[in-house]
């Protein structure tokens, strides 16, 4: 309970530092940002997969952990700030696929952050630790966050 106490204080206050500099972003680079880094957490998701899921690349528990350090690094990043008045449609050259929802379902946004997040931390913790089949379980619950926001709040 306490440790839920303290990650959502941490995320609190990230989130409220990173409004601050994110006030000075247009909508239309806070798009390009949180696509930037979707993207790379993505890529990552990718080495895991194909390292502890397909086997088609040989496990490397170093790469492994390197890519749920980089996933659980933006998962508190504090991207939420990158959701900022005007980003709720595309804007000039950088398209969205968020739904509108996401802008006025703050409860139900909060509840599928958090279990991203919790769920990327734990993905790093069990790589460091080195254990494949643990790392293929740990990265399972992460695609299913991921898959519980992009169910609720990503148009196809």
Request: hydrophobic share 45%; glycine share 8%; net charge positive.
């Given at each position: 309970?306490?440790?839920k106490l303290i990650a959502c204080t941490a995320g609190l206050l990230l989130a409220g530092t990173a409004s601050l500099?994110?006030?000075?972003?247009?909508?239309?680079?806070?798009?390009?940002?949180?696509?930037?880094?979707?993207?790379?957490?993505?890529?990552?998701?990718?080495?895991?997969?194909?390292?502890?899921?397909?086997?088609?690349?040989?496990?490397?528990?170093?790469?492994?952990?390197?890519?749920?350090?980089?996933?659980?690094?933006?998962?508190?990043?504090?991207?939420?700030?990158?959701?900022?008045?005007?980003?709720?449609?595309?804007?000039?050259?950088?398209?969205?696929?968020?739904?509108?929802?996401?802008f006025t379902q703050k409860e139900e946004v909060a509840k599928v952050a958090i279990a991203f997040n919790q769920a990327?931390?734990?993905?790093?913790?069990?790589?460091?630790?080195?254990?494949?089949?643990?790392?293929?379980?740990?990265?399972?619950?992460?695609?299913?966050?991921?898959?519980?926001?992009?169910?609720?709040?990503?148009?196809?």
């Amino acid at each position: 309970m306490i440790n839920k106490l303290i990650a959502c204080t941490a995320g609190l206050l990230l989130a409220g530092t990173a409004s601050l500099a994110v006030a000075q972003v247009s909508p239309e680079d806070q798009i390009e940002f949180r696509k930037a880094g979707y993207s790379f957490m993505s890529w990552n998701m990718g080495k895991i997969k194909a390292q502890v899921v397909e086997g088609s690349v040989a496990y490397d528990p170093k790469q492994v952990a390197a890519a749920a350090n980089a996933i659980a690094a933006i998962a508190n990043s504090g991207m939420g700030a990158l959701y900022g008045p005007g980003t709720e449609k595309s804007v000039g050259k950088e398209k969205t696929r968020v739904k509108p929802e996401f802008f006025t379902q703050k409860e139900e946004v909060a509840k599928v952050a958090i279990a991203f997040n919790q769920a990327a931390n734990n993905l790093a913790k069990v790589a460091a630790e080195g254990d494949k089949a643990a790392v293929a379980q740990a990265f399972g619950e992460v695609g299913k966050s991921c898959k519980g926001c992009h169910d609720q709040f990503r148009m196809d």
